[in-house]
């Protein structure tokens, strides 16, 4: 290769590192005057979590995930509408109990319902999400991207993502929802679990509300809770989008993979990589590296250690043969997490 070959390729790629820079930036006004624009957050809560104490280790339950047993969906399924965003086909049905459900289908469905039985098991909250293998869809209106996905006279669908759409919630997402650099959490061990919890996961699509022009997968959901004298309103931040999760994580397009065992397995010993004062540090790469990876420290790590370490190989195949995984799958992911997990442990 001569000097003229080596110039031009150094051009290039110069004038693709700059094209790169531009985007950012162009994403970056555009997200902050939407954040602009849309004003305060319509928020009442008096209290603002970010964690809940799940329990001993043996009652979590991840077959079923947030929401438990009872908040299952049941057939019959009635189409109601398709939604034309995200990149994935979706829609919304209505089950057996008058619950409204948002059905999903692509390459995230299996990582996003078990990631959300992992947060819900750590103590994070999580959206109700199932996965369901097979069934019908009520459906007499003619669909754009989900008519590849409900087909035949009986609306027969596979491999489906049901997320639970609550009325009673007040949710906010992109534009109010959040960031890892500005939460009321920051410096906080739950703070720290919940990256810790992306890391173990290698959900490396970690946007927030700084990349809403992108959309941010954060969010805030508003509940109504008991209380005396009277009910109260409570804020509960979390992760809405976990498609990145179970596959290699990584900062480009071409590093990084979702639902690959072998790649989740490659990374296993890059977890944790050392400790240096007092700060523990993680191989992890994603979208948000400098938010979710760095200064995180010892103590903090030992802290969710105690939260998740006790749990088993036995409990993350259930949570895993729930989401989708085949045997080989399960067991290969299970593995790996407790792996993982006990890195935490021996810090």
Same mark, same amino acid.
């Given at each position: 290769?001569?000097?003229? !070959?080596?110039?031009?390729?150094?051009?290039?790629?110069?004038?693709?590192?700059?094209?790169?820079?531009?985007?950012?930036?162009?994403?970056?006004?555009?997200?902050?005057?939407?954040?602009?624009?849309?004003?305060?957050?319509?928020?009442?809560?008096?209290?603002?979590?970010?964690?809940?104490?799940?329990?001993?280790?043996?009652?979590?339950?991840?077959?079923?995930?947030?929401?438990?047993?009872?908040?299952?969906?049941?057939?019959?399924?009635?189409?109601?509408?398709?939604?034309?965003?995200?990149?994935?086909?979706?829609?919304?049905?209505?089950?057996?109990?008058?619950?409204?459900?948002?059905?999903?289908?692509?390459?995230?469905?299996?990582?996003?319902?078990?990631?959300?039985?992992?947060?819900?098991?750590?103590?994070?909250?999580?959206?109700?999400?199932?996965?369901?293998?097979?069934?019908?869809?009520?459906?007499?209106?003619?669909?754009?991207?989900?008519?590849?996905?409900?087909?035949?006279?009986?609306?027969?669908?596979?491999?489906?993502?049901?997320?639970?759409?609550?009325?009673?919630?007040?949710?906010?997402?992109?534009?109010?929802?959040?960031?890892?650099?500005?939460?009321?959490?920051?410096?906080?061990?739950?703070?720290?679990?919940?990256?810790?919890?992306?890391?173990?996961?290698?959900?490396?699509? !970690?946007?927030?509300?700084?990349?809403?022009?992108?959309?941010?997968?954060?969010?805030?959901?508003?509940?109504?809770?008991?209380?005396?004298?009277?009910?109260?309103?409570?804020?509960?931040?979390?992760?809405?989008?976990?498609?990145?999760?179970?596959?290699?994580?990584?900062?480009?397009?071409?590093?990084?993979?979702?639902?690959?065992?072998?790649?989740?397995?490659?990374?296993?010993?890059?977890?944790?990589?050392?400790?240096?004062?007092?700060?523990?540090?993680?191989?992890?790469?994603?979208?948000?590296?400098?938010?979710?990876?760095?200064?995180?420290?010892?103590?903090?790590?030992?802290?969710?250690?105690?939260?998740?370490?006790?749990? !088993?190989?036995?409990?993350?195949?259930?949570?895993?043969?729930?989401?989708?995984?085949?045997?080989?799958?399960?067991?290969?992911?299970?593995?790996?997490?407790?792996?993982?997990?006990?890195?935490?442990?021996?810090?």
């Amino acid at each position: 290769m001569n000097w003229r !070959t080596w110039l031009l390729a150094a051009l290039i790629g110069a004038g693709i590192f700059v094209a790169g820079l531009v985007v950012r930036g162009i994403w970056r006004l555009r997200g902050l005057y939407r954040i602009h624009r849309a004003g305060r957050r319509p928020l009442r809560a008096t209290r603002h979590r970010i964690w809940r104490d799940p329990g001993p280790p043996e009652d979590r339950d991840l077959t079923y995930g947030p929401g438990g047993r009872a908040n299952v969906p049941v057939p019959p399924f009635v189409f109601l509408e398709e939604h034309t965003t995200g990149s994935h086909p979706c829609v919304s049905v209505r089950d057996a109990h008058s619950r409204r459900w948002r059905v999903k289908w692509g390459a995230e469905v299996f990582a996003e319902s078990f990631a959300v039985r992992f947060a819900h098991a750590c103590g994070y909250f999580a959206e109700v999400t199932h996965f369901v293998k097979s069934g019908t869809i009520e459906c007499h209106t003619p669909l754009g991207r989900a008519s590849d996905c409900i087909t035949g006279e009986d609306g027969q669908f596979f491999d489906a993502r049901f997320e639970l759409d609550d009325p009673r919630v007040n949710k906010l997402f992109e534009e109010h929802s959040w960031s890892w650099d500005d939460n009321p959490f920051l410096n906080t061990q739950e703070l720290s679990g919940l990256k810790i919890v992306v890391m173990l996961l290698s959900n490396w699509d !970690t946007k927030d509300r700084r990349d809403v022009a992108r959309g941010s997968n954060t969010a805030i959901f508003e509940h109504r809770v008991p209380h005396v004298p009277r009910p109260r309103h409570e804020a509960r931040y979390l992760i809405t989008d976990w498609g990145g999760a179970m596959g290699k994580w990584g900062s480009t397009i071409v590093t990084r993979g979702r639902w690959d065992p072998d790649g989740f397995e490659a990374q296993t010993p890059q977890f944790v990589t050392g400790v240096t004062d007092g700060v523990v540090r993680f191989g992890y790469k994603g979208q948000r590296t400098a938010d979710v990876a760095t200064a995180i420290p010892i103590e903090h790590a030992r802290w969710f250690f105690s939260i998740a370490g006790g749990l !088993t190989v036995r409990q993350l195949i259930d949570g895993l043969k729930a989401s989708g995984a085949t045997d080989d799958e399960a067991d290969r992911f299970a593995r790996e997490l407790v792996a993982r997990i006990r890195q935490l442990g021996s810090i």
